[in-house]
């Protein structure tokens, strides 16, 4: 009932250990809180909140559009439904290497287990997107010596995440995780790796766990997990996958509403009222009304 009893310190070392277990961790990208949920019900590991996700939730594009404070408030309702730890996309950190330190510092205080910074110029562009920008190393760096230096919890996950493959190749790209590493970056996000081998030079390149983004109609194809443990990857993101699916779903029911004026046909498709209680644990609610609210009332006349 109400949110997770796992604290966001616990959530911390168990991110740690998984990604330390030398099994690959799936974590479906949640859209909401009650996603979040459906992700943890199903068995996952644990949950990803993409930028470009909140971002589309406000009917925005993933251009480096929302502040910290959305991100931020948005990743701790969602972080909070679920007792699997959460990672958040932070973008750039939303600005220079003192606003990187703040952005930490929030996104620890709404309870995620962890983050990561890019290596995109401000405002960024979607990592499947052409025409990007990186900066240079040595704000890259910055970056990240800013996010390390500012955690509290020592065991809150510092990850690098460089774009650098599409602007300069996959040695750029070997030589810019080197360096996140040596910033003190605790994983790896190489974005939009070409294919398997791309990932194997990344690993073969750092000794600290990498993630594999598998999103659709990307650079990268749709690697299985098997595939994806089989050239060292720790740990596999779905960022817009329930998204996706979600409005895809909703376009296809107003489309029918629309046309037929009514939604009768689709609701076989539909959550139903009995699935959507469940997920929302509606009868601890009862009963803890019920315990509550357990007297009679005299009859007084």
């Not at 277990?21 to 979040?36: D, E, R, V, Y």
């Not at 559009?65 to 991100?71: D, G, K, Q, S």
């Not at 539909?270 to 009332?297: C, G, H, P, W």
């Amino acid at each position: 009932m109400l949110y997770s009893k796992t604290t966001p310190e616990q959530k911390r070392v168990a991110l740690r250990e998984m990604l330390a277990s030398g099994t690959i961790q799936q974590f479906p990208g949640a859209f909401n809180p009650l996603s979040a949920r459906l992700i943890e019900e199903k068995g996952f590991a644990g949950v990803y909140i993409s930028g470009a996700v909140l971002a589309n939730d406000l009917g925005l594009p993933d251009i480096g559009l929302t502040t910290l404070t959305e991100v931020a408030t948005r990743a701790g309702q969602i972080a909070r439904m679920t007792d699997l730890p959460s990672l958040v996309d932070a973008d750039t950190g939303f600005g220079e290497p003192m606003n990187v330190a703040r952005t930490v510092q929030e996104i620890e205080n709404a309870g995620l287990a962890g983050l990561h910074i890019e290596d995109q110029f401000n405002p960024k562009r979607c990592g499947h997107l052409d025409g990007k920008n990186v900066v240079d190393l040595d704000t890259a760096t910055k970056r990240i010596r800013a996010a390390v230096d500012a955690r509290r919890d020592p065991n809150f996950l510092i990850m690098a995440r460089t774009d650098i493959r599409a602007v300069d190749g996959l040695q750029a790209a070997k030589d810019r995780a080197k360096a996140l590493v040596d910033a003190g970056a605790d994983a790896i996000f190489p974005e939009a790796m070409r294919d398997l081998h791309e990932f194997r030079a990344i690993r073969d390149a750092v000794d600290v766990p990498i993630l594999a983004n598998m999103t659709e109609f990307g650079k990268s194809d749709l690697f299985d997990v098997n595939q994806l443990q089989a050239v060292g990857v720790n740990m596999v993101i779905y960022p817009v996958t329930l998204l996706r699916s979600a409005i895809g779903a909703a376009e296809r029911v107003l489309d029918t509403l629309k046309r037929l004026g009514t939604q009768e046909l689709r609701v076989p498709e539909m959550l139903t009222r009995a699935r959507l209680y469940d997920l929302v644990d509606y009868e601890a609610y009862n009963k803890f009304d019920s315990s509550i609210f357990n007297f009679q009332i005299p009859d007084i006349r």
